[in-house]
C-alpha cells in the first residue's frame, strides 16, 4: 500500500488529508447528535414533570444549569409563560432558528471535501501524465511497458480521489438526514413544552 502511495505523487497528501478530515468530521457529528438526543430527552422529561407540578422556576433553573441547546429553547419558553400559543411559538422558533446552525456545522466542509477529493485527484493524473509524456519525448518512443507503466501510475491518484470522494458522499448524506432528524425531535420537544406552557384559551377570554 505505501508503494503505491508513494508512486502516486505529492497530490496523495492532500488526498490522504482530505480523508482523514470527513472521518473525522463525521465521528464527530454522530458524536454530538446522540449527545444532543440523549440530553434533550432527559431534559424533556424532567421540566415537563416540573411544569405540571406548577414549579417554573425550579425549571428555570434547572434549564440555565444544563446550557443545552434545548435548554435555552425551553428557557424563553418558560419566561413566557402564560401568554397565548402563538406567542411563546414564535418566541421559542426565534431561539430555534439561531441554534439551528450548529447542527449543520462542518456539514458544508464534508460536502467541500467530497468534491475536491477527485478534482485533486484527476490533477495528480494529469500532472502524471504530462511527466510521461515528457519523458517520452526526451527519450523516444522506448517500449509499451514504460508508458504503459507512467499512465498506470498516474492514473493512482485519481483512482484514490474517488476513493476517497464516495464514501464522503455517503457521509455528508447520512449526517445531513440525521441533522434533519434531531432538529425535528428538538421540535416536537418544544412544541410539547409550549402547549404546556400556553395560557388556557377560554382563561384569556375571559
Known amino acids: ?17 482530505c480523508s482523514v478530515l470527513a472521518l473525522a468530521i463525521f465521528l464527530e457529528r454522530v458524536w454530538i447528535f446522540w449527545g444532543i438526543q440523549r440530553q434533550a430527552r432527559r431534559l424533556h422529561d424532567e421540566v415537563e414533570l416540573l411544569v405540571r407540578n406548577q414549579h417554573l422556576a425550579d425549571a428555570a433553573a434547572l434549564c ?26 414564535t418566541l ?30 484527476l490533477l495528480g493524473t494529469v500532472l502524471g501524465m504530462i ?45 445531513t438526514s440525521r441533522a434533519d432528524t434531531v432538529s425535528y425531535q428538538l421540535e416536537i420537544h418544544a412544541m410539547h413544552m409550549v402547549d404546556l406552557l400556553a395560557a388556557d384559551p377560554s382563561t384569556t377570554e375571559m
Do not use: W
Open 131 to 175: 511527466r510521461a509524456f515528457t519523458q517520452l519525448s526526451v527519450q523516444g518512443v522506448g517500449t509499451p511497458a514504460t508508458l504503459g507503466g507512467g499512465i498506470s501510475e498516474a492514473l493512482i491518484t485519481t483512482a484514490t480521489g474517488l476513493a476517497v470522494a464516495i464514501p464522503t458522499i455517503l457521509l455528508h448524506k447520512y449526517l
Open 92 to 121: 421559542v422558533e426565534e431561539v430555534g432558528s439561531r441554534h439551528s446552525a450548529t447542527l449543520d456545522r462542518y456539514l458544508g466542509l464534508l460536502g467541500t471535501i467530497a468534491t475536491i477529493a477527485p478534482l485533486l485527484g
Open 1 to 17: 500500500m505505501l508503494e503505491i502511495f508513494y508512486k502516486g505523487g505529492p497530490l496523495m497528501y492532500p488526498i490522504l488529508f
Open 64 to 89: 440555565r444549569e444544563r446550557k443545552t441547546m434545548l435548554a435555552s429553547i425551553f428557557l424563553v419558553a418558560l419566561n413566557a409563560a402564560g401568554r397565548s400559543r402563538d406567542q411563546i411559538k
